[in-house]
């Protein structure tokens, strides 16, 4: 469990957001309409000066390390393109600023561990943005699995391929979509928010193989298709499918324990127990085609996701002024990273990869996938390699 943060005299939390893109300029508007308490957006910075000019407000910077070094902060919310979210953090952490990072953590493990080594202040708050943990339905099943509800776990399934994407999504931005400038596609994007939900709700895997498609979908180089398959020492076997590819898509979380099922599609929870263990069952039944008795039941649920990336922020604010404990520390982060890494070196390598792999290992593939790279949609240098 993550260590409870020593609470801070501070009495509101001064602000500044790196990155002014989709997701920077979202955080921006939640925070200057004061839906998050306590916490004052004071500086922004990007290297785009029209888009500093929507902030006339705030102190703006075209430069994000002299907004870290400007003493004008406490905290910094980072929002930039992937590779650059390692040295900003470092910066960031090295200055004495309390960090939220935007996912992924970072690209690879390799610049994850360079940057979870300069959090050396435990003072010091730093949480990632993986805002699907304030899902009651995530949540919720997190604590089914975790309390024993349903036994010893056998099998997950989790197909999520409602996470559509067209071509003028990936024309959006030239960072977008290449291994020089994002570092993957939906593993490293997207499905960064689900990888990190099944190693929070289930651990993480010892095996990993991956089955990755590059470009099946869209005139891209990197993967919008993938099917990857877990395994765990204690013999639980997992399947994780996603795509941006697909529509309407399908968002299913199927989990099989030795005392029952739990099926999370469409906003529906279902929860089915039987009455006696299906392994005890099995041993000692004198009928070849018995089972075992089972109750069904439909867990209610809000009609809401929770406050996603708000409840985060309120939750980030909460831990650096009062001590609150993280939803999402940072450290947590490389887990999803790792995970994304194992499936596309699986496929590319086409073999198992044991976790943990050498973090040079990826490294090296990736570098190599950007020398070969054919799209130069991106003035370099862009990466941290």
Not at 42 to 47: C, E, G, I, L
Not at 328 to 349: C, D, R, T, Y
Request: glycine share 8%.
């Amino acid at each position: 469990m993550p260590t409870k943060i020593s609470s801070s005299p501070l009495k509101k939390v001064r602000l500044g957001v790196v990155g002014l893109g989709g997701m920077g300029a979202a955080h921006c508007a939640s925070l200057l309409n004061g839906i998050v308490p306590n916490c004052e957006l004071v500086a922004v910075s990007d290297t785009n000066p029209k888009l500093l000019e929507l902030y006339p407000a705030q102190t703006c910077f075209l430069n994000a390390y002299e907004c870290i070094q400007s003493k004008l902060i406490d905290a910094i919310l980072i929002t930039t393109p992937h590779y650059s979210h390692t040295p900003l953090g470092i910066a960031a952490l090295q200055a004495g600023l309390h960090v939220m990072m935007e996912k992924p953590l970072s690209v690879h493990k390799a610049d994850c561990e360079k940057l979870l080594s300069a959090h050396k202040n435990p003072r010091q708050v730093f949480s990632g943005m993986f805002n699907q943990r304030t899902d009651p339905r995530y949540q919720k099943i997190r604590s089914l699995v975790t309390s024993g509800k349903i036994g010893k776990i056998r099998r997950i399934n989790w197909i999520i391929t409602d996470w559509y994407r067209t071509e003028a999504y990936y024309s959006s931005g030239r960072w977008r979509a290449t291994w020089e400038g994002e570092g993957g596609g939906i593993l490293v994007n997207q499905a960064i928010h689900n990888l990190d939900l099944f190693q929070w709700i289930f651990g993480m895997p010892d095996n990993v193989r991956g089955f990755c498609q590059l470009g099946r979908y869209h005139e891209i180089e990197v993967e919008d298709d993938v099917t990857a398959y877990f395994d765990y020492a204690d013999g639980t076997t997992a399947v994780f499918i996603t795509s941006t590819g697909e529509s309407p898509g399908t968002n299913r979380l199927e989990v099989t324990g030795d005392l029952g099922k739990i099926v999370l599609e469409n906003n529906q929870l279902q929860l089915t127990l039987n009455t006696v263990s299906m392994t005890q069952f099995g041993k000692k039944s004198k009928n070849g085609s018995d089972r075992p008795k089972s109750k069904f039941q439909s867990i209610p649920l809000p009609n809401n996701a929770g406050e996603q990336h708000i409840g985060i922020l309120k939750n980030f604010t909460r831990a650096i002024l009062k001590g609150e404990t993280l939803l999402a520390p940072a450290a947590e982060g490389i887990n999803s990273v790792i995970l994304g890494n194992a499936i596309l070196m699986s496929s590319l390598q086409g073999k198992t990869i044991t976790l943990p792999f050498a973090s040079s290992t990826y490294t090296a593939l990736l570098k190599k996938l950007i020398l070969n790279s054919k799209v130069k949609k991106i003035p370099k240098p862009k990466t941290n390699l």
